[in-house]
């Protein structure tokens, strides 16, 4: 008798334990917004969960009915599972997003994009510093001629590096490399602003190559400074359309070694790490409308050295790349979609640190409608936390992906 209930007592134990056994490898999938247009274009990992920012409709209603609706600048912070804790919208009384969330320390972020102005319809870069509950401490927005944007933020001695896009006009600068001349207004270029801890403008700098150059991420560089990459049709009076450029920018904002990668695809950089001993650039062959192929590109450190161009993609999918994350030691995963038909599925794939593909390490979620990654990051134990956007008819919501392979 004995010997029977110790069986059964076992056995419950058993059970119960594997019921609240946690799967290793589960899968987690959650979906923010209400209607219209949410996006996530952003992800942070923060010691009590994640934060992500993008943009998040702002949604009015009398009884059941949508008497108005207008996309704000928007974060949200959930636990590790995924589940919101809070979320907030920002600009005051703009429409906007927010393109870039940093976690400054445990106890606050900095969410960094753009807000529109209602009357000239003119787009200035917008900053916002919050506490962990949500608590807006601090708003700024920068106005300068024309129409900026926002694509990376950095902290740097004093505050932070802000790396963002500007199509006002610029005469020539004598001070700045050879290459970088006059431009028209309309056409783009990289714009680069030291800010202080509490949001205030230090210096707001405009520099380019002649015609459009996007610059895509801002990273510190190892030995001192920042490294930046992009985007840049500087070469597309030799028959090419679009060539990725990199370049060192010093502590006081000043680009001090610009250099266009000599390859013959159309290529758009969409993200940057920082290796031991060079650089890897990710982004996508082929414009959107195109059959597209990931892209990357190990720089060394000497960046007038010879490139390092990985064996192309091969698959019949159309393949396109918006982020890459540390994953693990010598590893990273690309984040983006792939294309088939008119589908949109989220994918994310392992490269090695030289851009090769490592084989069976794909993850693509897709269902009806479109799915797109914007951002990822790695977590010590190898889980993959993305965010981007779910997509269906004319209403999306920003996504909250997070696996292991």
Request: include cysteine; aromatic fraction near 12%.
């Given at each position: 008798?004995?010997?029977?209930y110790?069986?059964?007592?076992f ?16 899968e ?30 702002e949604?009015?209603r009398?009884e059941?009915y ?6 704000k600048?928007?974060?949200l ?34 969410c ?12 200035d870069?917008?900053?916002a ?10 708003e ?15 902290p740097?001695a ?12 610029t005469?020539?600068?004598p ?27 230090i210096?707001a ?5 002649p ?11 190892r ?12 070469h ?10 990199i ?9 001090t070694r ?15 790490e ?15 409308s195109?059959f ?9 450190f ?8 990985p ?9 396109s790349?918006n ?7 010598n590893?990273?995963v690309?984040?983006g ?22 084989p069976?390490k ?13 951002d ?5 134990d190898?889980?993959i ?5 779910n997509?269906?008819?004319?209403n ?10």
């Open positions: 008798m004995i010997n029977r110790f069986r059964i007592s056995l419950i134990a058993a059970l119960i334990s594997s019921c609240e056994a946690p799967d290793e490898n589960r987690l999938i959650k979906f923010y917004g209400d209607v219209r247009d949410d996006i996530g274009y952003s992800i942070a990992r923060a010691s009590d969960g994640y934060y992500l920012c993008g943009q998040m409709t949604v009015w009398k059941s949508i008497t108005g609706s207008e996309p600048p928007g974060i912070k959930t636990d590790f599972e995924g589940n919101m804790i809070w979320k907030k919208y920002l600009g005051n009384e703009f429409a906007g997003t927010a393109s870039k969330v940093i976690v400054v320390n445990d106890n606050s972020v900095i960094a994009g753009h807000v529109i102005d209602s009357v000239t319809s003119e787009t870069i917008y900053l510093i919050l506490d962990r509950n949500g608590v807006v401490e601090k700024s927005i920068i106005e300068l001629d024309d129409n900026q944007t926002c694509a990376d933020l950095v740097s004093g505050g932070f590096l802000l790396l963002g896009t500007t199509d006002a006009p005469l020539p600068d001070g700045n490399p050879a290459d970088s001349v006059f431009n028209y207004a309309g056409y783009l270029d990289i714009l680069l602003i030291r800010v202080s801890n509490d949001l205030e403008t210096e700098k405009q520099w380019g190559y015609w459009n150059d996007r610059g895509v991420a801002l990273k510190e560089d030995t001192g400074g920042y490294v930046l990459a992009g985007t840049t049709d500087r597309a009076n030799k028959g090419r359309k679009n060539d990725t450029f370049m060192r920018v010093n502590d006081v904002a000043n680009i610009p250099v266009i990668l000599d390859s013959p695809a159309d290529e758009y950089a969409s993200d940057l920082v290796l031991d001993d060079g650089y890897l650039i990710a982004g996508t062959t082929g414009a959107e195109e597209q192929k990931p892209y990357f590109a190990r720089v060394p000497d960046i007038y050295d010879t490139v390092y161009y064996l192309p993609f091969t698959g019949n999918a159309s393949w790349v982020a890459v994350a540390r994953y693990g030691n590893y990273f690309a984040a979609k792939q294309i088939v038909s008119s589908s949109a599925d989220k994918l994310f794939f392992v490269i090695d640190e030289w851009g090769n593909m490592f069976g794909e993850m693509i979620f897709g269902s009806s409608g479109s799915q797109i990654a914007y990822a990051v790695c977590t010590g190898l889980f936390v993305g965010t981007g956007l997509a269906n008819e004319t999306s919501m920003i996504s909250f992906y997070k696996f292991r392979f």
